[in-house]
T-cell receptor, first 116, second 112 residues
Framework: DAGVTQSPTHLIKTRGQQVTLRCSPK?????VSWYQQALGQGPQFIFQ???????QRGNFPDRFSGHQFPNYSSELNVNALLLGDSALYLC???????????????FGPGTRLTVL | KQEVTQIPAALSVPEGENLVLNCSFT??????LQWFRQDPGKGLTSLLL?????REQTSGRLNASLDKSSGRSTLYIAASQPGDSATYLC???????????FGKGTTLSVSS
């Protein structure tokens, strides 16, 4: 089981550019959540995708958007990058039902985004 | 609005010591609580998950307890080792399958 995978590992962009981050969930999982973690802080919830729809959203502007594909993988897109968007972006997957895992979330290694 | 606080922010102990990390949350109506470990610049590794109906969970040298009514959880690490050095994060979920709300973490350093 490969677990949750994310790509790329690191990314450097300049202000105003757009970026796309990718996530493949753990085998058997159908729900993907994205989190932003600034240095020295706990992760902050961005949004969650289930059945290719955004099911829940945190307090992030519309510049942050996402997508979930039929194979449950997901993308996070950020437009008009700001310096403050520099962070570790974490993807987490979970199973929606039918398990004893009680929606336990498993995290990927993250993508480190640096905005210059 | 649910808020999660972790105390202390940092902790240094000698190898072999038993230690306790604390987590508190403001809204007791949680669905579950998870403890994670994060190594510098890396992703999160799930350590223990406690359902709202449970009082504690154990895995090896780790034991996590939950007191919903007081809004508290503790992570007990027995016989600490240098390899336990990392940041430990506590997170709660208010409903099944919804967002995790994290504390800022406790950074643990175990010296040999």
């Amino acid at each position: 089981d490969a677990g949750v995978t994310q790509s790329p590992t690191h990314l450097i962009k300049t202000r105003g550019q757009q970026v796309t981050l990718r996530c493949s969930p753990k085998s058997g999982h159908d729900t993907v959540s994205w989190y932003q973690q600034a240095l020295g802080q706990g992760p902050q919830f961005i949004f969650q995708y289930y059945e290719e729809e955004e099911r829940q959203r945190g307090n992030f502007p519309d510049r942050f958007s996402g997508h979930q594909f039929p194979n449950y993988s997901s993308e996070l897109n950020v437009n008009a990058l700001l310096l403050g968007d520099s962070a570790l972006y974490l993807c987490a997957s979970s199973a929606s039902s039918g398990t004893s895992l009680y929606n336990e979330q498993f995290f990927g290694p993250g993508t480190r985004l640096t905005v210059l | 609005k649910q808020e999660v606080t972790q105390i202390p922010a940092a902790l240094s102990v000698p190898e072999g010591e038993n230690l306790v990390l604390n987590c508190s949350f403001t809204d007791s109506a949680i669905y579950n609580l998870q403890w994670f470990r994060q190594d510098p610049g890396k992703g999160l590794t799930s350590l223990l998950l406690i359902q709202s109906s449970q009082r504690e969970q154990t895995s090896g040298r780790l034991n996590a307890s939950l007191d919903k009514s007081s809004g508290r959880s503790t992570l007990y690490i027995a016989a600490s080792q240098p390899g336990d050095s990392a940041t430990y994060l506590c997170a709660v979920s208010n409903q099944a399958g919804t967002a995790l709300i994290f504390g800022k973490g406790t950074t643990l350093s175990v010296s040999s």
